[in-house]
């Protein structure tokens, strides 16, 4: 039971999904004068707000105002689990800094009629009115891919797990209370749960009643058009029991439980599992194109190496061999529909354009300012996938392209004395060339995100690799013909065995980095793929410099210092953000 605070209203927060029933249980509390609920969303999404806490401070404190009469027992706001996570807020963050003593949750037994009612309501632009539908209106309906229900449910489970990891107990002064859509919008349940609630808040009962009508009333399967298609695997994504996930964790028994829901499919164990597999994935980037790019370097620092064509046929020879090993093993999962051939095509033609310029480029620019120039990708990519995919970015990813592309400012500046690139005449053959890969790069991430996560694609991981590399044998091998070396190159194989050697090294580290990537942009986008292969690029700087000794100068130093940064900004507060979204799903394959 909550015990009233004589210096003034406490403060309590409504948590839920949006369509979960928060605006509802708001109106409801507010019919009784003791307890002071804005309406308003201090964290609406579609708003840039900078200071998260600050502008939740500034609705209570303006609810406060509103109790001359010292009648006022409560104010609060409501908030949703996305907001929370979209500003990095936690709990404790609402408990420690805002004076918030009480949390309501509220849930709706089915996830998919939260995601329903999300898409019509933003289709139609009516949630809750206070006139009732016609009857003679057309019911209104909506379409919901399998990947789309799929990708929201571990998003949820992904955002309550954060939530749920420093939610303070029943003994730290802080009251958890629960409720729930079906209770509070059903006529035969809502006054006694609403009664219930404010018993626990030590308020009088009073009688309830709300203007509000549903707009979108009836069964999830008259609201979807494909709901017959997607039954079965909504039928597997069950109800997040977050009341029940709270009593667990601080060994609380339930009390008088209504209509107990099946528990959530998550676990510690697979959100531990899940974890696990995104470090291996990033370890896999790290270490295999790492090993990828130093070795590529040894081969540039071969006596009489200048076949740079020679060097991206061959590269793209053995990744597509590797590709197809993979693809016909008899657990590889195929894709379930036919990709257009020409995305393909469009894939391997970026990759071929972007291996051969990134090959060419080490002829006039040392490898390590190329490591640190194609950092901008970043940029790229951030830009490509807030345009034409629509998804904002945090202000700390921003924050993280633009101390990167500064670092790159501060190397490029030093490019010009480094080893065997005297010439400055070298440094702008060399960076247009950088500027060709990087868009290329940039290309390939957004057009296999594109094709990834669009289910009227339906194109497999192992597909695109496969048939991306097959198609970049086809202007690989033209580029070579054309280059007017061939037979120079072949004397150069024949003369030197190791360079065969180091290409087929080079070649298998590349595959197993590059599936990791594939398998990055699958689960969570190409920005994320991005952010930690500039991690990646860092860690090949450093090591290039280590094994193959260069001039350093403080322009390095402080480019190199400039693009940690942006590193620490970005990367991790995207990897934190994503850190399991998807990755159940993507792992079957």
Known sequence: MVSKDEQGPSRLVIIGHARAGTTLLTSLLRCNKQTAIVHAEPLDLRRDVKDALGSIGSVLESAEKDNTDGTIKYIGCRVTPEQMSHHNLTILDLTTQLGVNTIIVVTR??????????????????????????????????????SEAIAFHENSVRIWWQLLADWPGPHSGVTTLFSSFEKISSTEYRTDEVSRLWSELCCESVEVSTPMIRQ?????????????????????????????????????????PFEQPKKVVATVSEHTKATQLLSILVASVLVFHCIDSLVKERIFFMDGFTYASLLTLLQCLTVTTSACFDYVRPTAKKGGKSTPWHLYACLGAFLATSTYTANRATMYLNYPTQVIFKSSKLIWTLTGSHFIFKKKKSFREWAGGVAIATGLVFVGRGASSLDKKDGSHNLIPGLS???????????????????LQNPEIGACKREILLFMQMFSLIPALSLFLLSGSVPEAMDFVRNNPLFLVLVLAAGVSSFIGTRAIIQIISSYDSSTAVLITSIRKVVTLLLSYFFFPKPWTINHFIGITMVIVGGNFSIFDAIKRRATRQLQSASSS
């Open 109 to 146: 037994n089915k996830l998919v009629e939260i995601l329903a009612s999300q898409k019509l309501t933003e289709r139609t632009g009516i949630g809750y009115a206070e006139v009732p539908p016609s009857p003679t209106a057309a019911r209104e309906k909506t379409t919901i891919p399998e």
């Open 216 to 256: 979108h009333p009836g069964d999830i399967a008259e609201k979807v058009s494909n709901y017959s298609e997607i039954q079965n695997i909504v039928s597997k994504l069950q109800h997040i029991d977050v009341e029940g996930l709270y009593q667990k964790r601080w060994g609380i028994v339930a009390i008088q």
């Open 433 to 451: 060339m950088i500027v060709v890969s990087t868009s290329a790069d940039a290309g390939i991430n957004l057009l296999q995100e594109w094709m």
